[in-house]
């Protein structure tokens, strides 16, 4: 007997393989099975998806969601479990001095699973700018906080920009890397300085210390220290970041996404692995509300609805380390499921810098289940960033 079926739906999986009509079951918080016309029968619950997409759980991997302590931080369900989003990833709200409130306040309170990271900064990004002099950063307490946490953070986040690099150069990223490397964690690196205040170039000096497994975020940043050149040629140091095993994450945020970078990024041949919001209360108001309308944005940008789920499931579960227990329907994995509608019509989505691209299909969140357990989704078409062009 299932606890749960989710019946009728059409089963989108790039790691099964799957594009068709499937029901779901689950039982004791896994996945029990992926099959044609199960009986509903065998149910304890029944969730009616006809005509909706089924898909592993959305893991948003760059969310601030420090609630109550920075002014930015996202209530986590909001972004997460009631916009069809299982897993997220805070990236780096806190560091050594505050990361307390994580595992106190915010995981335990919060249906979604959230994944933090820890910034190389002492305070996190409680205070702006966050690192403002050398003493910002404490690196035996960063790697004592990271192994007392038991697992819990998974990787040391570094933002290359002003006046962090004015005042430290490439040693803060270093640091932050030193951090994650004594920990055994990952590195996460936001690359795009909104201020213009250092040299493009540096993002030559930063991508080859970056090791396989740590991930680029922002990488279609139309800000200094992007991926391409004055003459808008991708460095070659992206290109063999990629090539060595270094996750490209393309997160959007207030200011750090646009269309034209994109396009020219892919057609030099790099894509990225992953999809992300940057959720931040103010961004949530002005630029991005949530992923299913990054999934939209690029879809507008003719990426496959196949290739779309890929890079917000079990990219970004590899991208944690979590691919044996997330980004898939497989059975045994945690039950974590998005249900999607895709709404056909005329829409327009817009980067950060109003550039805007059509699409004929937009992908509304319906429902999530997280561990098993069902979470209705809300959604609405918002003035800026998503409406039809007819609005």
Known sequence: MYDLLIKGGTVVDPTLQL??????????G???????????????????????????????????????VNGNGVNADLGGVRAGVTTMVDAGSSGC???????????????????????????????????FAPSSIDLERTVQVIEESNGVIRGVKARMVSPALEIMGMEMPRLAKRAAKEAGVRLMVHIGDTENRYPAEVIRELLPIMEPGDIVTHFFTANAGGVLDGDGNLVPEAREAHERGVWLDTAHGRANFSFNIGERVLDQGVEPHCISTDLTVPGRIRTVHSMTEMMTRFLAMGFTLERVVEMCTINPARAIGEEARLGSLETGKQADVSVLDIVDGSWMVYDVLGNGRPS???????LSVKRGEVYEAGWGPRPWGWTPDSA
């Open 360 to 366: 004929e299909r937009a992908v509304v969140p319906v």
């Open 97 to 131: 001095d505050t990361y307390g409130g994580f595992p106190a306040h915010i995981i335990p309170n919060n249906a979604t699973e959230i994944i933090p990271f820890i910034h190389i900064c002492r305070t996190g990004l409680a205070t702006t700018p966050d690192i």
């Open 30 to 68: 896994k996945i029990a099975a992926v099959s044609a016309d199960i009986s509903p029968d065998e149910a304890g619950r029944v969730v009616e998806v006809r005509g909706k997409y089924v898909t592993p759980g959305l893991i948003d991997l760059h969310t601030h969601v420090y609630e109550g």
């Open 19 to 28: 594009n068709g009509a499937y029901d779901v079951a689950i039982a004791d």
